[in-house]
């Protein structure tokens, strides 16, 4: 809910917080490690991202800003781990 009200009241290129950008990279690894796949993938597939976004934004040379934060928390949303991680069953008639 914090990253919401920040949200409210910041430009959408503003970088997160330290204490929020933390939050959100914990938050993106366990979604990545429940569908088994790298976190930069994940940003791939979310926001685009080129390589090396995630390393950047562990190593602090660089740090989402609220708009891209917010659309990797949507795809997580929209692409929930339990469902990604279940294997694809094709019925066989």
């Known amino acids: 809910m914090i990253i919401l009200r920040f949200m409210d009241q910041t430009p959408d290129n503003h970088p997160l917080p330290v ?3 933390a939050a ?3 938050e ?3 979604y990545a490690d429940g569908i088994g796949q790298t976190p930069q993938n994940v940003l791939r597939k979310a926001i685009r991202a080129t390589w090396g976004t995630w ?3 562990c190593a602090s040379r660089s740090y989402p800003g ?3 934060a917010e659309r990797v928390l949507a795809y997580m949303r ?3 781990a ?4 279940q294997p694809q069953r094709k019925d066989v008639a």
Do not use: Q, Y
Request: net charge negative; no cysteine.
């Open 78 to 80: 929209a692409n929930p």
């Open 19 to 21: 204490e929020l950008t």
């Open 55 to 57: 390393e950047d934004w």
């Open 66 to 68: 609220f708009e891209r």
């Open 28 to 30: 993106v690894r366990v």
């Open 82 to 85: 339990s469902d990604l991680s």
């Open 24 to 26: 959100f990279i914990a």
